[in-house]
């Protein structure tokens, strides 16, 4: 007896995620849009009527400004107003933090995973284990913990005095150096996992092959290695990069006055402005910034399984 087609599998296999998607950010963009065009008024209500009933006529209340006054000057400034307002800086501030603590983790990630994917089968799972053990701890308790070590009276600056190599307490905290300190804390593990993945199934023989062929170990290892584990790259990148961008409780606790990121803007406007619409729109700007890079990584997987079945 044939199958009904609603009950194909192949069907459900595909219908299933795109049904997650549609409920759980399809849905909830949709609703972010909504509140980013209305017009609150003198009111608090972030879903006021878009439309009205003015003289017998319906008419579109929208509120367009929110996206024009995060890009452009509200002044006849216009476009030369870019880079001045405070939204702008706090974009231009999350990318940098973003794309320095994915360059971080990148750089103290590899070889942590190169070393657990070279070590002996039976001592993996135990390193992993430690990998992902800060995971069964809070992300606030952590974060508080960093404020401790770096605090004037934290410990990295009592063993700094005690060992005579300060006199005082050296500002360690609320600046940039904690900011990168405690995203590359936490974001770590993130890089460490996509690149053992890609690392532990790599050919050892294509290393061997290239020392028979007169290559020394770090030509080898840059010829051949990080070629080969370009996918883990790209993928630890990603899986940085992107909640690095939004962050808003490691700016709140480590980040100084100065270290206003997109995150902390929108929790202002959201709870401190009860300016739902202005909050919406920056939230539909960061999702937009962060969907670049995913269709960048999207496209380069695409490519590469095309160029893999050739």
């Known amino acids: 007896m044939k199958k009904l ?40 209500d972030p879903f006021a009527p878009l439309l009205q009933w003015v003289n017998g006529t319906w008419h579109l209340v929208l509120k367009a400004e929110n996206f024009s006054s995060i890009f452009i000057e509200p002044t006849a400034q216009g476009w030369r107003g870019f880079g001045d307002t405070i939204y702008m800086d706090a974009l231009v501030t ?8 994915t360059v971080l983790c990148l750089l103290i990630g590899y070889p942590f995973a190169y070393f657990i994917a070279r070590a002996r089968p039976s001592l993996r799972p135990a390193l992993l284990m430690m990998v992902m053990l800060p995971f069964w701890t809070s992300l606030l308790l952590r974060v508080y913990a960093w404020k401790g070590i770096l605090a004037d009276q934290g410990v990295v600056n009592l063993l700094l005095q005690s060992l005579g190599l300060t006199t005082e307490p050296i500002q360690l905290l609320y600046n940039d150096f904690s ?10 593990p993130f890089m460490i996992l996509p690149l053992y993945a890609t690392l532990v199934k790599l050919d050892v023989r294509l290393l061997e092959a290239a020392r028979d062929l007169g290559a020394s170990p770090w030509r080898a290892f840059w010829l051949v290695t990080v070629p080969l584990s ?69 496209h380069y997987s695409a490519a590469r399984d095309t160029a893999g079945r050739d």
């Open 94 to 101: 999350s990318l940098r933090y973003a794309a320095l603590t």
């Open 230 to 298: 370009k996918a883990g790259i790209i993928s630890g990148s990603m899986l940085v990069f992107i909640p690095a961008l939004g962050e808003f409780v490691i700016p709140s606790l480590l980040g100084g006055a100065e270290n206003i990121v997109i995150g902390r803007v929108v929790w202002d406007e959201m709870f401190s402005s009860n300016n739902w619409p202005r909050a919406s729109a920056l939230a539909i700007v960061l999702i937009m910034l962060i969907l670049v890079p995913l269709m960048l990584h999207h």
């Open 5 to 44: 087609g609603f009950f194909n599998g192949r069907r459900w296999v595909i219908g299933v995620p795109w049904l997650w998607l549609a409920v759980f950010f399809l849905l909830p963009f949709l609703i972010l849009v909504r509140i980013s065009v209305t017009d609150m008024g003198d009111g608090v």
């Open 179 to 188: 900011m990168l300190v405690g995203m590359t804390y936490v974001y770590c």
